[in-house]
């Protein structure tokens, strides 16, 4: 009965939060209240997929799905990032019939790392891509190891496992499950030595040995090996090949595939997209054909004009430098015969109001020196940014400081170039009303 009425409960909830545009997580909120163990009641005609990772199991979740459906297969998932306990609950609610039975082909499941082994308590994935394991959230999350250990706690025995081959952390996680690799050869834009301050593998995750690399993509994702132990990159059965930056184009095992955001860490996360996708059986060449037609929600990639400027708006993930690298690498990649300019809000952390800064000290900022014509500041931590850009090696006169960013229009037209807008999700919206009313 009580299973009965959360089912009801919730779904009525999603119906109307979905007139409201809020109906992520209190649907599922509610659902466990009165029926705490309603996950592990829900049945599943179909297979179970999870994607969890420090950076891109949004987009990577979102381009599974994209795939599988346009192959025909009936998909449900939490399309909008919802990836806590109760967004989780309340996808699986909204998924299942009165009887509680989920009959898709698929559930394509974002799962917080930190709260996997809360989620998986109830039920196990049958598939489980984990994208990356990064420094995140520090305040939040603790060191990287934290997250380790959690997620090893989550894994069941018989979850099968898409790991990064590029990736000495996650790429080593439940060594006896079993797993298939994916990842990328090197490029026209890897490189010698680590171009980021952040580096969260230096030593060897099993022997604490000095790790070796032949090359690196960004931060310590490359080919690795630690001449201690002999742990090295596995040989994935995934590889793409053949970038081309200019174009977004490449290949995986002999399949064209194609994306408009070239970057190196976008050509990582469809991989491994496609990766997953082949292991529940879809034939390799539909999967790369699938992934060519899938476009990055706007909401994390944008480009626009204000007046006679392009501007391109990339979301990064708060507290999270390696987000914040990728931001800055898409900049300086662009070709900008007029030059760029960079605006940059840093908020207090979501949710907690907390001020801490030091987060700021992870990312490169460095690799702005010389290719920037200004770096706009804004946000309740604008002066606390401003005073990283001047460590990092830029001129007083071409960091601007406007905290409020209701009065930012003035400010941004007094600079040059092309705009480049370098925000997190929840302040997005702020920026835009302002710039292009």
């Not at 009425?5 to 939060?17: D, P, S």
């Not at 997209?273 to 990639?301: H, M, N, Q, Y």
Request: hydrophobic share 40%.
């Amino acid at each position: 009965m009580r299973f009965t009425l959360a089912l009801l409960v919730g779904k009525l909830l999603a119906k109307l939060g979905g007139l409201l545009g809020k109906a992520t997580n209190l649907p599922g909120q509610v659902a466990l209240k009165i029926c705490p163990d309603l996950m592990a009641r829900i049945r599943f005609n179909g297979k179970v997929l999870a994607v969890t990772g420090s950076n891109g199991k949004t987009t990577t979740a979102n381009l599974v799905a994209h795939i599988l459906t346009q192959n025909g297969y009936s998909v449900a998932g939490n399309a909008k990032g919802s990836n806590l306990t109760g967004g989780v609950a309340t996808t699986l609610l909204c998924a299942s019939d009165l009887h509680g039975r989920a009959r898709q082909d698929f559930i394509v499941l974002e799962v917080d790392e930190r709260y996997s082994r809360l989620i998986f308590r109830w039920f196990s994935p049958d598939y489980l891509l984990v994208t990356n394991l990064f420094r995140d959230q520090l305040t939040r999350n603790g060191n990287v190891d934290v997250i380790v250990d959690k997620l090893h706690q989550a894994i069941g025995p018989d979850v099968q496992l898409v790991l990064n081959s590029c990736d000495p952390i996650s790429g080593d996680l439940a060594p006896h499950n079993s797993r298939v690799y994916y990842g990328l050869a090197k490029t026209p834009l890897s490189t010698d030595e680590s171009p980021n301050l952040t580096h969260d593998a230096r030593v060897c995750p099993r022997c604490l040995g000095r790790m070796q690399y032949s090359y690196y993509h960004y931060n310590h994702i490359g080919q690795y090996r630690c001449p201690s132990c002999g742990y090295q990159s596995p040989k994935p059965q995934y590889l793409a090949t053949d970038f081309d930056p200019a174009t977004g184009d490449f290949a995986v095992g002999g399949q064209r595939v194609h994306t408009s955001y070239p970057s190196l860490f976008h050509v990582l996360n469809i991989t491994g997209a496609i990766a997953l996708c082949c292991s529940v059986g879809l034939p390799l060449d539909r999967a790369a054909a699938a992934a060519s037609t899938f476009t990055v929600s706007k909401e994390r990639l944008e480009t626009f004009a204000v007046g006679d400027r392009q501007a391109t708006m990339i979301l990064s993930k708060n507290q999270n430098p390696v987000s914040f690298d990728q931001s800055i690498s898409y900049l300086l990649e662009r070709d900008c015969p007029g030059g760029k300019t960079a605006i940059i809000l840093v908020n207090n952390i979501n949710h907690t109001g907390h001020k801490d800064t030091t987060w700021l000290y992870d990312i490169s900022f460095e690799r702005l020196v010389g290719q920037v014509e200004q770096v706009v500041c804004t946000g309740p931590r604008a002066l606390d940014l401003a005073v990283r850009l001047q460590v990092a090696g830029l001129r007083p006169d071409q960091v601007r400081i406007q905290p409020e960013v209701r009065q930012l229009a003035p400010v941004v037209a007094d600079t040059t170039g092309d705009l480049f807008i370098l925000t997190e999700i929840y302040d997005a919206h702020s920026i835009l009303e302002v710039i292009c009313p």
